[in-house]
């Protein structure tokens, strides 16, 4: 009797094999296993069940019809694979699909270029065009935790998480839903300096979302059981943000560079300062705050004169100055001081945290210092990581910290250089983490490699630190989402768009002598410097007095 194969069987019969000179009786080995697959198979054994066999052949393989009760039909359907491909039924290659929009083609180089116009109430709308069928649209409003005081700390972070809920027009779950059915992907973020509205949208949809971004920023209902809900989620991220070495550390280094002023404000709000924080509270914030030129209304891969036309609908409204006497807080330039935080392991925690942590800043200039660029190529020229990494060209395997630190000594678990940039100050230091008992090794090695890069730095090092930052510049902005972005920081901040081309420039311009001069400026600021490890490993670190001395240029 013949019976049917498992669907994975070839369409042809095996050839006897040979192997060795003997002759193998029947087929292959592997035929046989076929066979007696199939012969446990309860569909071939049941006389009343149907075979279905599909092997992905024509249409007369999708139903097998049982034979008798003794046998079952083998069939074998003709392999696709050896079957050539029909053009009948294809359409020609300049049939447009359905429902796509035709491209919008332009031969005029100035339509890639950013567009700024400003409303009479002051905002500011920047966009490009980019001619995709995706687009970037948002709101960027100059607020954040250097804007607020004891009795307003934490609003802009509450209104960052009341987002995108009731308005005075529309509930939430209608929002949610209409988003959804949009396919968008709305987000937004808080910061020192900046509150971020975005959305990622198809075209056609930006107008909708426009109006949705309007109603979120002029009419948010703030709706208590919704601040309940929210308050709640967020003392669960508290409890777990606040022990992270990653996340905590950089909050501090603030601290102590910049002490009680508002810049020193950390981002990992308490709990209990946001549930202070009414709904009544929160709109006297965004009255003082939401105001035209502390707004730039933001697009990447859309219209500029359809943007303009919709931030004037939706936004012209808005009021260009503060009501009343404006509130003045963190206006004033932070005043660096520089000091030290020394944090110790909690004893039930010593096992889960089994590294010592350092992170030391230095005074840096914001992004209006004439060294800005300066610093970002010394940044580079570091580098640094993970000891792990994935290896490949573009890892930075090359920096300084890798091939003189994380080469060099087993026991430094991660060692990399930031910087920490803002309107008119920041940061630029080191982290580093290593196994518990050498952290005093670890200062030593730390504080030894921002005074030597002060002292020499090679052509090779600083070509390499050129390259790699202008690549990153260039390949980020491919991204519609960083490109973005980009356009919204610079105009919010410089009130125009240096492009790709005019920061490279500035980027080539910078010498070895310039990073020299710019890392002795650094160490000539009082470091701040947050530890966190063992309490006896603290105790066996220098004081603040000895490490300041060490790094004097």
């Not at 993970?386 to 910290?401: D, I, N």
Request: proline residues 6%; hydrophobic residues 35%; glycine residues 6%.
């Amino acid at each position: 009797d013949s019976v049917s194969e498992p669907f994975y069987s070839s369409p042809r019969r095996s050839a006897p094999t040979q192997r060795k000179g003997k002759k193998m009786l029947g087929r292959a080995p592997l035929a046989g296993l076929k066979r007696s697959l199939a012969r446990s198979n309860p569909l071939s054994q049941n006389k009343s069940r149907r075979s279905y066999f599909w092997r992905g052949g024509n249409q007369q393989a999708q139903e097998l019809v049982g034979a008798d009760k003794h046998k079952v039909e083998r069939f074998t359907p003709q392999d696709p694979r050896r079957k050539k491909p029909s053009t009948a039924l294809a359409p020609p290659l300049s049939t447009l699909f359905p429902g796509v929009p035709e491209a919008a083609i332009s031969l005029d180089p100035s339509a890639a270029k950013t567009r700024i116009t400003t409303l009479d109430n002051g905002i500011r709308v920047a966009s490009e065009e980019n001619f995709s069928q995706m687009s970037v649209v948002g709101l960027y409003v100059n607020t954040g935790t250097r804007f607020e005081d004891a009795a307003t700390y934490g609003s802009s972070y509450m209104l960052e998480r009341m987002s995108f809920k009731s308005t005075n027009k529309t509930p939430m779950s209608d929002i949610v839903s209409e988003l959804e059915s949009m396919g968008s992907h709305v987000t937004t973020s808080s910061s020192r300096e900046v509150l971020v509205y975005s959305a990622e949208i198809l075209r056609h949809h930006v107008e909708r979302t426009m109006e949705l971004i309007a109603e979120t920023t002029q009419q948010p209902q703030f709706n208590a059981e919704e601040m309940e809900d929210q308050l709640r989620a967020y003392s669960f991220d508290h409890e777990e943000n606040s022990t992270n070495p990653d996340l905590f550390i950089p909050e501090l280094l603030h601290k102590a560079a910049f002490g009680d002023h508002s810049m020193g404000h950390s981002l990992l709000i308490p709990p209990e300062q946001l549930q202070s924080l009414s709904a009544d509270s929160l709109r006297n914030y965004m009255t003082d705050r939401y105001i035209g030129p502390n707004m730039v209304i933001c697009g990447a891969g859309v219209d500029h004169d359809m943007l303009v036309k919709l931030a004037d609908t939706y936004f012209s409204k808005m009021p260009a100055k503060t009501p009343g006497a404006p509130k003045i807080i963190g206006l004033d330039r932070p005043l660096y001081q520089g000091g030290e935080i020394r944090v110790p392991i909690p004893k039930e925690k010593e096992e889960k945290h089994d590294k010592s942590h350092i992170m030391i800043g230095f005074e840096a200039g914001g992004f209006d210092d004439p060294d800005f660029y300066i610093l970002y190529t010394l940044n580079s020229m570091m580098g640094g990581g993970s000891s792990f990494s994935s290896g490949g060209p573009g890892k930075g395997m090359y920096t300084r910290l890798y091939t003189r630190v994380l080469n060099r000594y087993g026991w430094v678990d991660a060692a990399e250089t930031y910087v920490s940039s803002y309107k008119d100050t920041g940061l630029f230091g080191m982290y580093a983490k290593s196994d518990p008992a050498r952290i005093t090794d670890l200062l030593r090695v730390v504080c030894g490699e921002l005074i030597e890069v002060s002292k020499q730095v090679t052509k090779e090092e600083l070509d390499r630190a050129k390259n790699q930052l202008k690549t990153s510049i260039f390949m980020n902005l491919e991204s519609r989402g960083i490109l973005f972005d980009d356009i919204g920081r610079q105009v919010l901040l410089y009130d125009k768009r240096y492009t790709a081309q005019e920061l490279c420039d500035l980027i080539d311009s910078v010498t070895m002598e310039d990073l020299a001069r710019v890392t002795r400026r650094l160490l000539s600021s009082p470091p701040s410097i947050v530890f966190y490890a063992q309490q006896k490993h603290l105790d066996q670190l220098p004081d603040y007095e000895q490490v300041q001395r060490v790094l004097k240029p």
